[in-house]
């Protein structure tokens, strides 16, 4: 009897390893065996896991003619000869049946049951799978994309695989057909069925991507501590090296930022900044704060606080656009950093731009638009000739004005 023709479908193509699938058969066919006649204790399964052949068989102990007291564990001498003239009494009776024995309902009934089991395998399969998978780079084409997430397929395995918009980078824009790279962040079970999240945003994207790009990083001699991002925007990679030959930080980039700038391409452009990692913690908020020069730091460890003074051309970039900067540096060194203008003179004048990281870029280009570049320039301004001239909100110039003016202060 040959499963090939009878249950195809089961015996290629699945992500089952070959003795389970023959538990799995064994056991269906024992279901089948046990609901024609009562019990499976006296059949033997044979199920050939090379080419799927399948032989069940009937074992009775032979007794005399009108002697049978347990049908199912007995056969008369008579019934055995009727199978096979050389069985004598006291022997065991070996009766293979047929499949079509069971009946074509009873049948159907077992494939559906294989199916089902089958399909439970594959998908704990998928899950343990990918499960021991997270944190690794997979490597999918676009098969569909939807309102809230896009499905791609693994090229590797063919199942299905699952990227929210909320995982997508900004700036990242998807057809079907096109091959996308993530990083598996976690699998979940929804409604029994595993499904697989692939991440852009993930900071272990961007060590992952490093790690294929660096080989020292992948060897052990780089380690990578800690990853902050700001996805599509910036991100601050602190590194060390075991080894006082090899400078990291030059490792990772690369000669001419060969290395880097495959990543950066990758992750739309996204600014990375890659320090040196120190225990000493005031060197550590000075390598985060780049490309700004600090001129002196204050710490406070009970309140994981850290005042920065530098000199007023460096503040901005400090900051960095929308605070960017400033907000990784404090995600990557663990301090709330708060920067300060270092001067010792009398401050004269301040140029507009100087406040970028507490007004917003679009009033201060309205206030430029009316001649106003420094801070002095809109004090002298009356608040209701600032309001007539901007056309901004009267609770907008009060505020301005409180900064402007606190600048001023003692």
Not at 113 to 137: P, Q
């Amino acid at each position: 009897m040959n499963l090939v023709e009878t249950f195809a479908e089961f015996n290629q193509g699945k992500n089952i390893d070959r003795p389970t699938m023959v538990r799995v058969l064994e056991d269906v066919f024992r279901t089948l065996i046990r609901k024609k006649y009562g019990t499976d204790d006296n059949f033997d399964v044979i199920v050939n896991a090379s080419n799927g052949d399948l032989e069940i068989w009937r074992v009775r102990e032979i007794v005399p003619d009108g002697e049978v007291t347990d049908d199912r564990s007995q056969v008369s001498v008579s019934e055995a000869v009727s199978i096979d003239e050389d069985y004598e009494i006291g022997e065991e009776c070996y009766e293979e049946l047929e499949l079509a024995e069971f009946g074509r309902r009873a049948v159907m009934a077992a494939r559906q049951t294989l199916i089902s089991r089958i399909s439970e395998l594959e998908k704990d399969e998928i899950y343990k799978n990918y499960t021991t998978r997270i944190g690794d780079i997979v490597l999918g084409e676009v098969h569909q994309i939807l309102k809230r997430e896009i499905l791609v397929i693994d090229d590797i395995s063919g199942n299905e695989l699952v990227l929210p918009r909320n995982e997508m980078i900004k700036g990242d824009f998807f057809k079907k057909g096109d091959m996308i790279r993530g990083v598996i962040r976690k699998v979940e079970l929804k409604n029994n069925n595993p499904v697989v999240i692939v991440s852009r945003t993930d900071p272990q994207f961007l060590e992952k991507l490093m790690e294929q790009e660096v080989p020292e990083i992948e060897d052990g001699l780089i380690t990578v501590k800690k990853i902050v991002r700001i996805p599509g925007e910036r991100a601050k990679v602190a590194v060390e090296s075991y080894d006082d030959r090899i400078d990291p930080v030059g490792a990772c980039v690369g000669m001419k930022g060969s290395r880097i700038h495959g990543i950066v391409r990758e992750l739309k452009n996204e600014n990375i900044d890659i320090v040196n990692y120190t225990n000493n913690n005031v060197l550590f908020i000075q390598r985060s704060l780049t490309p700004a020069k600090v001129t002196s730091i204050k710490l406070d460890d009970e309140s994981m606080t850290a005042s920065v003074f530098l000199k007023p051309d460096q503040v901005s970039l400090a900051i960095g656009k929308g605070g960017s900067n400033i907000k990784l540096a404090s995600k990557l060194t663990g301090y709330e950093i708060d920067v300060y203008r270092d001067t010792d003179e009398e401050i004269d004048d301040v140029d507009l731009d100087e406040f970028s990281d507490e007004i917003e870029d679009w009033i201060i280009d309205s206030l430029k638009n009316i001649g106003c570049d420094t801070a002095r320039s809109v004090l002298d301004l009356s608040k209701e000739e600032l309001i007539r001239r901007t056309d901004l909100e009267d609770e907008t110039i009060d505020e301005v004005l409180k900064i402007l003016q606190s600048e001023f202060e003692e």
